[in-house]
């Protein structure tokens, strides 16, 4: 069973940094694409970030520029370094894995909030 674990949120000043981090146990990391999403209250879940088996990765159009997504396979851990926070950024953040033959996110965690004050 895979199992995605979140932490790293909090509440933020507008302007400031926080590091997402999400820790992955069960089956082989580096064989999964992850993503970052997160859900503000009132709003549908948006796509943040994904990386790749290879490292790459690509950002949903509101994040572009200010965050960043990394993975250490050797930690089996993803990350996403979020820079020039707005309050808009203001979500439970959550992280997700699925193979690369796979349409959907098969794993889930189960979420860390993300507070940006104005």
């Known amino acids: 069973q895979v199992q995605l674990v979140e932490s790293g949120g909090g509440l933020v000043q507008a302007g400031g940094s926080l590091r997402l981090s999400c820790a992955v146990s069960g089956r082989t990391f580096r064989d999964y694409v992850m993503g970052w999403f997160r859900r503000a209250p009132g709003k549908e879940r948006e796509r943040v970030a994904t990386t790749w088996t290879d490292g790459s990765a690509n950002y949903g159009d509101s994040v572009k520029g200010r965050f960043t997504i990394s993975r250490d396979n050797a930690k089996n851990t993803v990350y996403l370094q979020m820079n020039s926070l707005k309050p808009e950024d203001t979500a439970v953040y959550y992280c997700?894995?699925?193979?690369?033959?796979?349409?959907?996110?098969?794993?889930w965690g189960q979420g860390t909030q993300v507070t940006v004050s104005s």
């Open positions: 997700a894995a699925r193979s690369e033959t796979s349409s959907g996110y098969s794993y």
